[in-house]
């Protein structure tokens, strides 16, 4: 028997599920993961954390995630306490928890690739219509393309990806508040890396007082080295939180995951201090690349998308016999690369080097 045999829904015939190349090699470029060593002394504390939670592991977990829920509402601060913060089990799950509530079948997501490829898997796996506008130049979004998409397709659901993945590209809070101010939908921004733009940068959480229909996501994935926790919570109106509150599972945050992630939130400082050479490395790829004869794309976050490739195939495994993974992702004559530790930025350009014809 195979998939075909079976009496799934029309609509996901055909599909793939999302998926990065799960290849162990000694230097993992591809998933835009926290690539420096976890902090003994944090992963100490949290293993304490876990092993006290296991003494009531017969016992369904805190089912509104309350110390939680302070710890990230004390993260975040700009006044946002914990009615406004929600949390699931990475931010995919908090994405497909919003369009479970808010989308749907006859309701539509608007988005602007290239960006997450998450974004139509979700709306498929929710019954919920994709629609798409083009980016400008660099890939930004300018006010007037988004008020002219959602004008033109009247979405229930328009997200931005800020920064963007896989571009890196900012975006400005004047264009958040356009496109809030022409729907009457919900609008989510998607702060997936906002820990890795500039400090003064304003954020989407100083959108927040006024606008209910604003949601923001955020992972503790990237900047905390948490991908395999999977911890992504949500910022907003204590209304939308309770929209969320309809579509959950029961007790869909285990009590080892609140354990590890209110933890590791007391250690914020320590883990954040990664992110300084995180950019350093990023800045470093984008300054080096053009001397290897690429077009790096400016970026916010803890990747470089970079062009002039002339076969990313070959690129991409030629980098792969040398040990060192990055990411095909399918835009033409490009390669996105994740911004490692040091002794792994030097190698992947030291590798791009070698391949690369003079």
Known sequence: MSLDD???????????????????????????ENTHPFPANVADDIAAAVRDALTDINRYPD????????????????????DQIWAANGSNEVLQQILQAFGGPGRILLG?????????LL??????G???????AEYEITANIAVTAIREHQPNITVFCAPNNP?????SLDVIAAAYDATDGIVIVDEAYHEFMPDDQPRATTLLAGRPRLLISRTMSKAFAFAGARVGYLIADPAAIDALRLVRLPYHLSALTQAAATTA?????????????IRRQRDRIVAELPKLGYAPHASQTNFVLFGGVDDPNATFHALLKKGIIIRDVGIPNHLRVTAGTEEETTAFLSALAQITPC
Do not use: C
């Open 123 to 128: 709306a498929e796996g929710t019954g919920t």
């Open 167 to 171: 571009t890196g590209t900012g975006i």
């Open 130 to 136: 994709w629609v798409t506008a083009e980016r400008a």
């Open 6 to 32: 079976l009496p799934v829904r029309d609509d996901l015939r055909g599909k793939k599920p999302y998926g990065a190349p799960q290849i162990h090699v000694p230097i993992q470029l591809n998933v835009n």
């Open 112 to 120: 602007f690739p290239p960006t997450y490829s998450m974004y139509p």
């Open 265 to 277: 939130l007391k250690h914020a400082p320590v883990m954040l201090a990664q992110v300084a050479d």
């Open 63 to 82: 089912r509104e995630f309350t110390e939680l829920r302070t710890a990230l509402a004390g993260y975040v601060g700009e006044g946002v306490t914990p």
